[in-house]
């Protein structure tokens, strides 16, 4: 089998250099492993008609990454509109912020198009296709339509709400009969999938059998993959960086005092101004706590270029000025507040220093910095989780304490009990919680999609063929010879 695997975003990063997004660093070590072709944007961009799409292409691992300049023309549209301006709030269940246009959509199109074009490249015999993420919905089909017969599977990694949230998507229908092109459909939880097969039943009026939805692309398995991380090598990390000279630089400056710590893309479905209101309502009710307990606030810039990312950056900006302003003492700042990105390394060594880690989404797919932070933990003396229950993390991190990121008054409660907890019980709730994190990491997670998309297409050629037998134009590219694939 030659695993290809497809997503917006690729990692070149190592460890002790700082990553933008989930997706992409969980991917890397076991793309890197695996030997699969990773092919992603390149992140630049390129003006008119290209001959040869891909910019780059190096060996990852016994593998190889393969980056592409997309379309200048179509990027904007693409990216910052359509992915990012309509699917990506309504799949966050934000339809107020929806903003899409026609063009948008139709560059959004293009570039799947485009993108499926360029995966000809990869096309042999014995490839499988893995496709990543909201950007790529159609992507799937536009393969079907240049002839791919290979098998195609797609995971989500965000969640997947409920079907009049996905009516507010301008040609939802159109997107989620595309998305039936592919064999097997990934989500992160049950409800993720329940939410996908009633609006395929309801609005798409196609049957669904155990989880398989039969239309006029064939069968598509759709089933539920929690992403994992790999916990011992994380612990082990973290145990490390605690003599990372950042890392070393924050304890000293603790002068015993404790620490709660919130990473996070600076993203208004990370519940961020709630995250702010609930310790400023745990400082108020509990003076007590002031000048004993601060918060190490990361909240790494992102997709700045989109209204609602900036706003969200200035009413933060100007809450936390305001309650550092209220609670803080010419010598103790309440909440350290950092607009940058860190490295893995530092990260974990930042979340063994602190005794509570405030993991608080409105809403997210899985969220890994949930699964970092107890990886992270000294086993002796672990700190404690504060996870919102709308967090897919939360399915398997029950022990967490969990939270409803509306409820501020809750949330400060909450995150005053983490602080006081004695040790045998936070010790209990880790225990079972790293039980949890070894019994789905990252590789398995890996396999088991694999595995599934395998199992998918053979069952597709087991049943009635209700695909049409492949037009005559593929391979359609020659392949560069001066290249492996
Ligand atoms: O949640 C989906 C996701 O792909 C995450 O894995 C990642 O953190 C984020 O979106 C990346 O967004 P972007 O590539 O726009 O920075």
Request: charged share 20%; with cysteine.
């Amino acid at each position: 089998m030659n695993l290809v695997v497809v997503s917006n975003r690729v990692a070149r990063g190592k460890a002790n250099e700082p990553m933008t997004g989930g997706l992409a660093a969980a991917l890397l070590p076991v793309v890197e492993k695996s030997g699969a072709i990773w092919v992603g944007s390149s992140g630049r961009v390129r003006e008119g008609a290209q001959k040869e799409p891909f910019a780059e292409i190096e060996a990852l691992g016994a593998g190889a990454l393969a980056m592409l300049d997309l379309p200048a023309a179509h990027y904007g549209g693409y990216y910052e509109g359509f992915a990012n301006s309509a699917l990506w709030p309504a799949l966050h269940s934000r339809t107020d912020l929806i903003r899409a246009s026609q063009e948008d959509y139709l560059s959004y199109r293009e570039v799947n198009a485009f993108m499926a074009r360029a995966l000809l490249r990869f096309a042999k015999p014995e490839a499988v296709f893995w496709v990543q993420d909201y950007h790529f919905l159609a992507l799937g089909a536009e393969l079907r339509d240049l002839g791919v017969t290979q098998p195609i599977g797609f995971f989500l990694h965000t969640p997947w709400p409920a079907r009049a949230v996905i009516g507010g998507v301008p040609h939802h229908r159109e997107l989620v009969e595309a998305m039936l092109a592919y064999d097997l459909i990934g989500f992160q939880t049950q409800d993720d999938c329940e939410n996908f097969l009633s609006y395929v039943q309801s609005d798409l009026g196609l049957g669904v059998q155990d989880g398989v939805v039969a239309s006029r692309h064939g069968r598509s398995h759709v089933a539920v993959f929690p992403i994992g991380i790999d916990p011992e090598k994380f612990a082990v990390q973290a145990a490390k960086a605690v003599s990372h000279p950042d890392v070393s630089r924050l304890r000293r400056s603790l002068n015993g005092e404790k620490l709660a710590i919130g990473v996070d893309r600076l993203d208004y479905s990370k519940g961020l101004v709630n995250r702010i209101n609930a310790f400023d309502e745990m400082w108020t009710l509990h003076p007590a706590l002031r000048r004993t307990v601060s918060l190490l606030q990361i909240a790494t810039p992102s997709r700045g270029a989109i209204e609602a990312y900036g706003n969200l950056q200035n009413e933060l900006a100007k809450l936390i000025s305001d309650v550092n302003g209220r609670h803080g003492e010419v010598d103790w700042t309440p909440i350290r507040y950092l607009n940058k990105g860190f490295s893995q390394t530092v990260l974990a060594g930042l979340y063994r220093t602190a005794q509570v880690g405030v993991v608080t989404p409105l809403h997210d797919g899985m969220n890994l910095v949930a699964k970092e932070y107890v990886a992270a933990q000294n086993p002796a003396d672990p700190g404690v989780l504060v996870l919102s229950k709308f967090a897919g993390a939360a399915n398997e991190l029950d022990t967490a304490l969990l939270v409803n990121p509306h409820d501020i008054d809750s949330m400060a409660r909450t995150i005053a009990t983490a602080l006081s907890m004695p040790l045998t019980e936070r010790r209990m709730r880790w225990e079972a919680m790293m039980a949890k994190l070894r019994a789905g990491t990252i590789q398995q997670w890996f396999a088991d999609f694999v595995d599934a998309l395998e199992e998918a297409q053979s069952d597709k050629a087991a049943t009635e063929p209700l695909v049409p037998e492949p037009p005559t134009l593929w391979p359609l590219r020659s392949v560069n010879s001066s290249t492996r694939f």
